[in-house]
């Protein structure tokens, strides 16, 4: 069966890391298993407020006990590695080992350019696979302390479908965050060639797709997906969240 999250833009309405600890400590009590945030500093119109997903997960870890959390997807085309590194051994420590790391290239909404950070997708895929050693040698003891999770935090990489080289970098890690699949029949596709692609014996590996709360999961859950997410767009309202929240898992 797979494990069932909540994935929500901390945008406008919900900019406020107060409410999205709340409806955190809602899907905890309602049964969910995870509760994760979208990671942007700007979006494309109509969204104008914009709340930091790290400062918004430190409250969300403060008001769970159980939930798996994490950002879905930090571009370290816009960070730093040593500052990511201690930010995500912070997290994992204050939320006693439920960090996931969701990582990719990042979004097109104008939040690259403009404040100095590349934008151009070579560099960006070339700054992130920089990233991973980096973080993972920072990780293993370059500094201290290490993270609650061992070997390491668990890292997702984003992949936007069809493209095939994503693919490839997840399968070295913990797991895939494919977009814009189109449907269930994908998912067992990508399934077998994540297996292609991993040494035996390497590990569990995590499928996590996201859709709105009417579509069904189950589909999904059956040709291979290990999460599934409840998406609510850019624009998410409390009272929508709370509502799907309440139909639980």
């Known amino acids: 069966m797979a494990a069932r999250g909540i994935y929500l833009a901390p945008f406008d309405e919900l900019a406020d890391p107060r409410r999205v600890a709340r409806l955190a400590a809602r899907a905890e009590e309602r049964g969910w ?8 500093i700007l979006y494309s119109p109509p969204v104008r407020g914009v709340a930091d997903p790290w400062v918004t997960l430190s409250a969300v870890a403060c008001a769970t006990e159980r ?19 201690r930010e995500t051994v912070t997290l994992d420590h204050l939320s006693a080992g439920r960090l996931v790391l969701g990582l990719g290239l990042g979004g097109r909404h104008g939040e690259f350019g403009p404040f100095g950070d590349p934008d151009e997708p070579r ?3 070339r700054l992130l696979d920089a990233a991973l050693e980096r973080l993972d040698a920072y990780w293993s003891g370059e500094l201290e302390p290490p993270p609650v999770q061992r070997p390491r935090i668990p890292v ?32 067992a596709e990508l399934v077998a060639e994540i297996a292609a692609l991993r040494e035996p014996g390497a590990g569990p590996f995590d499928v996590v797709v996201t ?36 139909a639980g898992p």
């Open 33 to 40: 298993d995870g509760f994760f945030v979208w990671d942007h």
């Open 211 to 246: 859709n709105p709360p009417e579509v069904d999961p189950a589909p999904w859950a059956a040709a291979g997906a290990t999460w599934c997410l409840t998406g609510f767009g850019p624009r998410p309202t409390e009272a929508a969240v709370r509502a799907a929240i309440d």
């Open 67 to 85: 939930l798996r959390i994490g950002p879905m997807v930090t571009p370290p085309a816009r960070r730093r590695v040593q500052k990511l590194t």
């Open 123 to 125: 560099e960006q895929a």
């Open 156 to 187: 997702w990489l984003a992949a936007r479908w069809p493209n095939r080289r994503p693919v490839r970098r997840a399968a070295r890690w913990d797991g895939v965050f494919p977009i814009d699949l189109p449907g269930p029949d994908t998912v």
